[in-house]
Structures are given as C-alpha cells and as structure tokens.
C-alpha cells in the first residue's frame, strides 16, 4: 500500500473534490439512468463542509477524500471517493478504519448511503454497515459501533491520522 495522509480540507478544495466525484460515480449513475454532467459535480458543490472533510494525500498528491458530518442520530460518511488508479491497494479500508476507530471510540452510529450496485457496499459491509433501507438508487446503511475492548490500533492512532494529535 502507498504511503498515504489526510489533511483538513479546505474551500479551496472544493472544485479538485467536484471533479474527482464526477469520474467515480460516473459509471453507477450512468447505469442508473442518473448521470448528468453538470449535476453530478453542483451537488457536491451544494454540499460540500471542508470542516468535516478531510482530502487523502499520497506523497503530496491529491488521492481523495472523505467526510464525515455529525448529525442528531449518528455521523453520516459522505463523499468517500479515492482516485481510480488507488482503488483496490488498500488505502480506502485504511482510510475506512482509521475513520471508524474514531467513532468507535466516541461511542458514535455511522450512516451512510451508497448507489445501487456499486462495488463500494462491499467495503462497507466488510467493515460492519448493515442496510437500514433502500430505494431504487440508493442504498442506506448503518453501523453501530464496535466495544472499545475490542479494537486493536492504539488509542491516539486515528487521531495522529487525522493531523488532531
């Protein structure tokens, strides 16, 4: 696996996140019938906090990124996208754990939603997601989170990650 970091996004990320989101849902939302050029890349847009986002670097580059937004019930993953020539080396189920351990040890649910199909509910499932509900596009799930006893990495690993410590 690459050598890899997250930092704290910022605004100026936002257009760099836009695109990357563009080329990895392409393929699902075109085989969904929901492709659109120009939406794919405003609903980011629209949607994009850089306080709860963090940009995945590998060496100094751009790789990917991820979010994750606190709500009342549980923190929702959002806009996990890792650029298409570093999926499958590793580096999401890194970022995935790293992530997780996190809201293990705070106790916290995780939700996300992921499109019908996609080869990413696999990786999902693998770290504990569940399916809460689903529709013809989307795909809800939930993860509840794992006894601090049993995790392995140390207590300030995700935090080191994540630049917090």
Same mark, same amino acid.
């Given at each position: 696996?690459?050598?890899?970091?997250?930092?704290?996004?910022?605004? $100026? %990320?936002? !257009?760099?996140?836009?695109?990357?989101?563009?080329?990895?849902?392409?393929? /699902?939302?075109?085989?969904?019938?929901?492709?659109?050029? +120009?939406?794919?890349?405003? &609903?980011?847009? /629209?949607?994009?906090? #850089?306080?709860?986002?963090?940009?995945?670097?590998?060496?100094?580059?751009?790789?990917?990124?991820?979010?994750?937004?606190?709500?009342?019930?549980?923190?929702?993953?959002?806009?996990?996208?890792? $650029?298409? +020539?570093?999926?499958?080396?590793?580096?999401?189920? =890194?970022?995935? +754990?790293?992530?997780?351990?996190?809201? %293990?040890? %705070?106790?916290?649910?995780?939700?996300?939603?992921?499109?019908?199909?996609? *080869? =990413?509910? +696999?990786?999902? !499932?693998?770290?504990?997601?569940?399916?809460?509900?689903?529709? #013809?596009?989307?795909?809800?799930?939930? *993860?509840? #989170?794992? &006894?601090?006893? /049993?995790? $392995? #990495?140390?207590?300030?690993?995700?935090? $080191? *990650?994540?630049?917090?410590?």
């Amino acid at each position: 696996m690459a050598d890899w970091r997250m930092r704290p996004a910022s605004t $100026a %990320d936002v !257009e760099t996140v836009a695109e990357l989101r563009a080329v990895a849902l392409r393929a /699902d939302l075109e085989r969904l019938g929901r492709y659109d050029e +120009r939406r794919v890349r405003q &609903r980011l847009r /629209d949607g994009f906090a #850089p306080e709860h986002t963090w940009v995945i670097e590998v060496g100094d580059a751009f790789a990917g990124c991820v979010s994750l937004r606190p709500a009342a019930d549980a923190h929702w993953l959002e806009h996990f996208y890792l $650029a298409t +020539r570093l999926q499958g080396s590793g580096i999401g189920t =890194a970022v995935l +754990r790293v992530l997780l351990d996190g809201c %293990d040890r %705070d106790g916290t649910v995780v939700r996300l939603n992921v499109l019908q199909g996609s *080869r =990413a509910r +696999r990786l999902y !499932e693998r770290h504990g997601f569940t399916l809460e509900a689903e529709d #013809p596009v989307d795909v809800f799930m939930v *993860r509840q #989170p794992c &006894r601090i006893n /049993d995790l $392995a #990495p140390a207590a300030g690993a995700w935090q $080191a *990650r994540l630049g917090a410590g």
